[in-house]
């Protein structure tokens, strides 16, 4: 008979453990917040033909992530979970604001609105809320999605990075699900597509810490028009 030791003289990081469950829990498709409704243009991509296959929805991807995520979300939450962590209230409520102001449809703009909503009724129900004031941190009126994914991930101890690399693995899910549904994408090419996009998703976290507050912004003039078409679209199956 084979006996198996157990190694106890290495002990397990019971906090880092919790952090990375509690990142995998507030990244899953399960979390019931909605973010599957939601395309953020790439459904108006598919209808225009601007995208028509694997290639092209991998390279409108890798535009977003590096144009778009790397340049703006990514950062934001980096100096969000900061504020958190700081107690920063006059922080909190500029990134806020900051990412309100750089939303350039209204579809864009209020899926980031519910979206944070819908994660605030989540966390209330946890009893896992922000106060109004938690220390010297005051909750940002209207918080968006990202401010409130910014106090989840600092209340859970996830480390800065990981938090990042969370959101940006989170946002690749989201967008594969929508090209499965509309393109529709195979589940094996969209594991190959996954596959592909992985090194950018470190690269992209890798320019978001490396920016300072001058170099912030996306640059998605596509998506923005995408998702402006994307109101008026005749049939859709996702939310605008």
């Known amino acids: 008979m084979t006996t198996i030791t157990m190694h106890t003289d290495i002990q397990p990081n019971a906090t880092s453990d919790l952090a990375l469950l509690g990142l995998m829990q507030l990244i899953s498709p399960a979390l019931p917040i909605g973010a599957f409704a939601w395309s953020q243009g790439l459904?108006?991509?598919?209808?225009l033909g601007w995208v028509c296959n694997?290639?092209?929805l991998g390279e409108w991807l890798e535009g977003v992530l590096d144009d778009g995520l790397s340049r703006c979300e990514l950062p934001v939450l980096a100096r969000l979970q900061t504020c958190w962590e700081n107690g920063d209230s006059e922080g909190l409520t500029f990134w806020n604001d900051w990412i309100h102001a750089n939303r350039e449809t209204?579809?864009?703009s209020d899926e980031d609105i519910r979206l944070g909503q819908a994660l605030m009724r989540l966390l209330n129900s946890l009893e896992l809320q922000p106060q109004t004031v938690l220390g010297h941190a005051k909750l940002p009126e209207d918080p968006g999605y990202v401010t409130v994914f910014a106090w989840t991930a600092h209340q859970r101890q996830v480390p800065i990075r990981q938090s990042l690399l969370g959101f940006a693995w989170g946002w690749l899910e989201n967008q594969l699900a929508v090209a499965c549904k509309a393109m529709p994408l195979g589940h094996t090419a969209a594991q190959r597509l996954n596959e592909q996009l992985r090194p950018q998703l470190v690269a992209a976290v890798d320019t978001a810490l490396a920016?300072?507050?001058e170099q912030l912004g996306p640059i998605l003039p596509g998506?923005?028009?995408?998702?402006?078409?994307h109101e008026t679209q005749y049939s859709r199956l996702f939310r605008s």
């Open 211 to 213: 920016l300072t507050d």
């Open 106 to 108: 209204a579809e864009l």
């Open 223 to 229: 998506l923005a028009l995408g998702s402006a078409q």
């Open 43 to 47: 459904e108006s991509a598919f209808e």
């Open 54 to 56: 694997e290639a092209e």
